[in-house]
């Protein structure tokens, strides 16, 4: 035994690699253990539907149990959902990719993310992307050996990440962007003519894009441009989605990759011997998903749009400026005007009125004056929370 | 695009009829005094019935008993069977009343107190009418579902009050 462990197990600290105990904890986890054990709380703190999955395609996954589909599949996903998928892009996107090697079924896109991040990095490698953004960007490139690069954006420029600041950061040792848009956590939407900018600057320096775009379907009054359609991008995309946010499916952890084989290839590599494969039954459902659940998508679209605009429009009427999201189910409200910090008002605002948030920070350093709040939150609880922290912020703001 | 805001505010309205016109107007970004203008214009036109709670009687403890019951008529000439329709919904313990295809002509909802209540309406009151030839009772045993809406709070939801 004590071969296989050649580092002495004396305490539990001296087990784990340097590696992972300089890995912060995800901020968004914070308050989660006090969250649990106090009463009436409503959480704005979640990054999940508040629908459950549409029954049509939980019935699928029970049928395809009740039928006895509970082995293994291919390393690669089940034919025909990739076959499925490959459809689905052509006809969405106008993209086509070859279901046989150019899609990869993840375990939710954190599985893909990982993998390509896995497939391309050396280490030293650099990956530039937004501040703020998901915790897991960050996270993956370090897990990697790469070195995360961020570049700052601002609600003045409503968090879009510019072609000019990434160009700054570019260096000899940068090998790919990393992009979420639409965007957790600001809701932050590239239009298409500005992400052609980002493309000729990824062309000019020959770079790799990693785009994540699991809230694709969940836009309000724009477009989403899926990266790979920009002109020369589809060779240099890995185009990571899943089914969670638009499909209520986050437990089920069904994702995909779609790039060039080549990379596909290696994250698969990778993938068979770590996951071996994403489970048959989500697999199962995830077809189903993609064979009808556009009416669902629809209606929670529209469902999310409305409490957007109560809650963007509360926040305002508080007194707290907020960036008009335009994607995904957050809005990311400044609360500067109160001068504190966001962990402190995060806290101060839990311990006080129970409503539970995000502190900005958890997401980068330009996360600092602005807390994350999900509308995927039924309007009475977002009407309610709105109400107590009006009052907070009364109580709160200086002068 | 605008026709497709003023559904939202109907489709709203169906869901929770106690909105008021300042929160569907924060919900559709419609201006609060055209959300009116069109709910008045709905209620005048009566594209909007009425506002109703949809209440679990079973809860309160009160006995209600509801039958769907099956109605075979003749139809009559140069009215169909609107003449006989009208006579039929007129008594209070219809609660819906439908014409339907297949092997029966109309569709009753019927409510009443108790069972013998009901059958006294179907005995007495329907199965009499000149035009109808038969009548079926259907004694509803258990309500699952009723306007969208699952009795006994359906599943729930189960995510944790922080997640990625």
Known sequence: MSKLHPRKLKTSKNCISGKVQELPPSGIRKFFDLIASMEGVISLGVGEPDYTTPWHIREAAIYALEKGYTMYTSNSGLPELRQALSGYLISHDGLSYNPTDEILITVGVSEGLDLVMRAILEPGDEVIMPDPCYVAYPASVYLADGIPVRVPTNEENAFKIKAEDIEKLITDRTRAILIGYPANPTGAVIPKEELKQLAELVQEHDLLVISDEVYGQLVYGVEHTCFATLPGMKERTILLNGFSKAYAMTGWRIGYAAAQTDIIKAMNKIHQYTMLCAPIMSQMAAIEALKGAGKEVQEMVRDYDQRRRVMVKGFRDIGLSCFEPKGAFYAFPSIKVTGMTSEEFSEKLLFEEKVAVVPGTAFGQCGEGYIRCCYATSLPEIEEALKRMGKFIKRNRPG | ?164
């Open chain 2, 1 to 164: 695009m605008k026709q497709e805001n003023t559904m939202q505010i109907f489709e709203a309205l169906e869901k929770d009829a106690r909105l008021t016109h300042a929160q569907l107007s924060a919900m559709t970004g419609i201006p609060e005094a055209e959300v009116e203008k069109t709910v008045k214009k709905a209620e005048k036109d009566r594209v909007i019935l009425k506002y109703k709670t949809a209440i679990d009687w079973a809860k309160l403890g009160e006995e209600q008993v509801w039958a769907l019951v099956e109605v075979k008529v003749a139809p009559q000439r140069d009215v169909g069977f609107d003449s006989i329709a009208e006579r039929i919904y007129k008594f209070p313990q219809a609660h819906s009343v439908y014409l339907a295809s297949g092997t029966y002509d109309v569709a009753i909802l019927v409510s009443g107190k108790t069972m013998q209540e009901v059958a006294v309406f179907v005995s007495e009151k329907l199965a009499p009418l000149d035009t109808v030839q038969s009548t079926v009772t259907h004694f509803i045993l258990k309500r699952y579902k009723e306007d969208g809406e699952i009795l006994g709070g359906g599943e729930g939801l189960k995510r944790l009050p922080i997640t990625p």
